[in-house]
DNA sequence: ATGAAAGCGCTAACAC
DNA sequence: GTGTTAGCGCTTTCAT
């Protein structure tokens, strides 16, 4: 009541009020004085009185540690970062941990200004989706804490990254719509120069660089919004209309190509074969079910977890790059290249 | 090089080795001082050879303010959400706030945790979107930090919120479908006991009442999975086959009809109509696209952010709810009871 | 066991 | 203008 309005009452106050040191109250606060003797008991009912909250920032000011861990994600917005912070949350909870997550929209300066703010920051470790550009590498190679990179390889560098195998992933993939009897087939790519999607398109170009007969095999770069990518997936289905089946590199795409076809008539899992790189909730729901390469990403975030949690402790570690293994989800897209379902039912899919 | 492994250079580091005072170097760091004589460019070539950075959190604790504004929203991997924090992150830039933005998990007890945590941060001020329980209610008016309610009403209070005219906005969905010659209208709903979908369901029914013509409307608490929603919503289906319309109250929902009705073969645009309250990326891009009542997610930002800038200025202004519209978009799935398209194409879709 | 006092990195009021 | 100094809220020796 005698303080002015806003601010809260400090380790001071609460002191005064149950008449000991401050020193003590901070004793009583991190347990470490026992709490039912009269003192204790007149510290706590002072806190109780007051409202007082530790200031956890002042604490780990004093401390100089921090129980903080910054994540930086490209995009909210994107199922697959949203469904990483979440398990990243997840890995958080019951430890002395917690994630502050911020965005760099896939813009490469707001990427640099973020990170820059987290060295500013008592973070004990940075965790970083890094945005389609590799000009965070220098920014990482000389943090001063310990960055995890996720999901994205950033070229020629020695950092510690958790990523999934895209190339076996997109190749197994490749494989399965080859053995299905596709010959003619549409890649759409999002664009060149992205890693994860080059990394794609080498293992679907391997798998099919192996097949001996001839295969027709389109490669288009749609670009990153839906709507370009539906028209121009269109267009392709347009001039190749004895293509059989689509393979998409990543999420956006195969909405794209799930609206392009059905603006067409093309049957989905009867006369048209769809395989999506990376999973979505309508994909499962639709009907038929659109097949897809599921990314692990309780997965990743476990081993991201572990990883920066070991760096945090230890610096010492050689850094290296840890590939994670998708699953391909049987769906009712997912047909032999002469119109016959592989698998008829949801309930064969295999489980991530 | 003299100092241990992992700590930052310190202000004091700096003075050192420009051989001034801190309190110098911080005159130069906040421009109190000019920069280009002597001393000015000693402090810099030091601050560049040392690579120091300013610890913000330091030097709000010293300040006694902050530039930080917590978010909680009940979960990143909803859409809405994903969204919302994304246009807040849009809304900070260029101002002197950031957004440090975490998630309840629907979870009232975590959500409790999250605030109690912001309680000890030096937060400037809380954007909360409850989750589905009104437990906090005690904590945010008792906060000694202003706090503005997104989304979600909480009842019987008099706090700062933001939200959507869920009422009136799902009135006009359930007029327009009546005007279109409906008559066995399905209404799937969340559940009962959640403040905005029992907005959402008084406004249908107050424009049911309305309406003179014998009704059939079934409503249909669907759960909150996608999975059993579908279930649920296909046994009515097949219980009811005079259904000539279904209106989702909440997004999931949507997905868990098209599937649905996918799965009967009825075809959406054609035999049945479809309107969704709150739209997602795939409804506007499956064929034939799914109406949607939009809402206007970014408008939402604005006046919440607009909000709490206000309350962190000044507190005493009296609080109050904010309604905002949403917009009805036209899409295929709006078709008339005997099945006539009112609106064919994707262009006269009403802009948000 | 307990309280006084120093100090985390920084800023702001104050003297010089 | 410039450096000295006190202190933000907290923790942690270190005397008592």
Redesign the interface.
């Known amino acids: 009541m005698d303080r002015k309005?806003?601010?809260?009452p400090s380790i001071r106050d609460v002191a005064r009020s149950a008449g000991v040191s401050p020193g003590c109250v901070s004793n009583v606060i991190n347990g470490r004085r026992k709490q039912d003797d009269p003192i204790g008991r007149a510290v706590h009912e002072a806190i109780e009185k007051l409202?007082y909250?530790?200031?956890?920032?002042?604490s780990?000011?004093r401390r100089?540690q921090s129980r903080f861990i910054g994540l930086v994600i490209p995009?909210?917005?994107n199922?697959f970062f949203?469904?990483l912070?979440?398990q990243l949350?997840?890995q958080a909870e019951g430890t002395q941990y917690?994630?502050?997550?911020?965005?760099s929209?896939e813009d490469p300066e707001i990427e640099l200004r973020e990170l820059?703010?987290l060295?500013?920051?008592?973070v004990a470790g940075i965790l970083l989706v890094p945005s389609m550009d590799s000009r965070c590498k220098p920014v990482i190679q000389?943090s001063?804490?310990p960055v995890v990179v996720i999901d994205r390889i950033i070229p020629d560098s020695d950092l510690d990254v958790i990523a999934v195998d895209n190339f076996e992933a997109s190749a197994e993939g490749m494989r399965r719509l080859l053995e299905l009897g596709h010959r003619r087939i549409l890649i759409a790519y999002l664009d060149d120069g992205i890693v994860n999607v080059d990394e794609r398109l080498a293992g679907v170009r391997a798998a099919a660089a192996q097949h001996s007969d001839e295969l027709e095999v389109n490669f288009l770069a749609t670009g990153p919004d839906?709507e370009g990518a539906?028209q121009r997936i269109g267009d392709l289905l347009d001039e190749n209309p004895g293509t059989t089946a689509i393979f998409c590199l990543f999420n956006?795409a195969t909405?794209?190509a799930?609206?392009a076809a059905?603006?067409r008539n093309l049957r989905l899992g009867q006369g048209l074969a769809l395989l999506s790189f990376d999973d979505?909730?309508?994909m499962s729901?639709?009907?038929p079910a659109v097949a897809a390469i599921i990314q692990p990403v309780a997965e990743i975030a476990r081993q991201a977890w572990e990883r920066i949690l070991t760096r945090i402790d230890a610096?010492t570690e050689p850094a290296g790059i840890v590939r994670v293994r998708c699953e391909l989800s049987q769906r009712e897209t997912l047909i032999a290249a002469n119109g016959v379902q592989e698998s008829a039912s949801r309930t064969t899919e295999e489980q991530v």
């Open positions: 309005i806003g601010s809260r409202g909250r530790r200031n956890t920032i002042a780990n000011l100089s995009d909210f917005e199922p949203a469904e912070v979440a949350e997840q917690r994630i502050v997550a911020t965005s929209r820059d703010e060295a500013g920051w008592p000389t001063d804490k839906v539906r956006s909405l794209a799930y609206g059905q603006a979505s909730t309508w729901q639709v009907q610096e």
